[in-house]
């Protein structure tokens, strides 16, 4: 089963939980066991699966991706936002998290998280959900 | 259904596209939706989802995990491609887009690249395409 | 079908390869054909798919992770960690491996390791093999 859904990223870097969406879709399904692939059709943000617990944690990761891939470096792209492509080429488009009886099997500190590198925007987040 | 098929890298880095064979594939299996797992089952090489329409781009990329990860290095491997698997290990071996009416999900301005860290080689693709 | 298993990574840094254990469930799904996910439900171990023929690159890739993100660093994090949560997030917490005739079609020098990042612990690894 395929179910899409959109948010509003709020600020330039952003990370947007996303978790209770997926975990939706998955009960939707009504499948029992299974695998949930969740895709970003876009090229400037990505999909993680990081600690819930700790906020600071996040502006540490997203301060260290810009120090790897500085917003002002010497690129050649016709927009000012190579770097935002960068980090999506390391983070990746697409987690998958296999579940069972309904749950997912989500670590006690995992969260599943939307990581915006070019907002605020609308970004669409595709769910398809696997035997 | 599972298939396979090789491309020829052209360059020491290069970034191969596709997305047709991809597609190709999913046609091909006449399954209606699903996911597709595209994996490489190479270490020097990797696969990632980015942006089609500004080839600028891929150069600016494959420059910010050169600078990451110089080839010439002080690596302990016993051939000089150290750098090479280095980016693997952070691109990843395979990626997974979701399908719906034989058409995968991807965004407007993505397209599924074969990224060559170590050519020129033979490369072989591996598609999977599940319900 | 959905395992687990457990594992005890012996160091702070780690490669620990999990290839037979994943293929055995392959083995035991008896399935002949599909796509297996291995899936990490912690937020300071990933896993990854690299050469399994020298054991120096290993050492190579820790230190040249260790160098973007290092342990010591200007971080705002609750505990010491943060730098291992940074090489999740690039890294990642599940690979996908499709299978023929119950055979994973990993590479000649391909093996799936988990990387401990923040050990010694013990880790659950969870293995979904789907159609």
Same mark, same amino acid.
């Given at each position: 089963?395929?179910?899409?859904?959109?948010? &509003?990223?709020?600020?330039?870097?952003?990370?947007?939980?996303?978790?209770?969406?997926?975990?939706? *879709?998955?009960?939707?399904?009504?499948?029992?066991?299974?695998?949930?692939?969740?895709?970003?059709?876009?090229?400037?943000?990505?999909?993680?699966?990081? &600690?819930?617990?700790?906020?600071?944690?996040?502006?540490?990761?997203?301060?260290?991706?810009?120090?790897?891939?500085?917003?002002?470096?010497?690129?050649?792209?016709?927009?000012?936002?190579?770097?935002?492509?960068?980090?999506?080429?390391?983070?990746?488009?697409? *987690?998958?998290?296999?579940?069972?009886?309904? &749950?997912?099997?989500?670590?006690?500190?995992?969260?599943?998280?939307?990581?915006?590198?070019?907002?605020?925007?609308?970004?669409?987040?595709?769910?398809?959900?696997?035997?």
């Amino acid at each position: 089963m395929n179910k899409a859904f959109e948010i &509003e990223t709020p600020t330039k870097n952003a990370w947007c939980d996303i978790t209770r969406r997926v975990a939706d *879709v998955v009960t939707q399904c009504g499948q029992a066991d299974g695998v949930v692939t969740v895709f970003i059709p876009h090229t400037t943000a990505g999909v993680t699966i990081q &600690e819930n617990a700790d906020a600071p944690l996040q502006g540490d990761i997203s301060r260290a991706l810009e120090r790897l891939f500085p917003w002002h470096g010497d690129y050649r792209h016709c927009e000012d936002n190579a770097a935002a492509h960068m980090k999506v080429v390391l983070m990746g488009p697409s *987690v998958q998290v296999p579940f069972v009886a309904g &749950e997912m099997l989500l670590g006690q500190w995992q969260a599943i998280y939307l990581c915006e590198f070019d907002g605020p925007r609308r970004r669409r987040v595709v769910v398809h959900v696997s035997p």
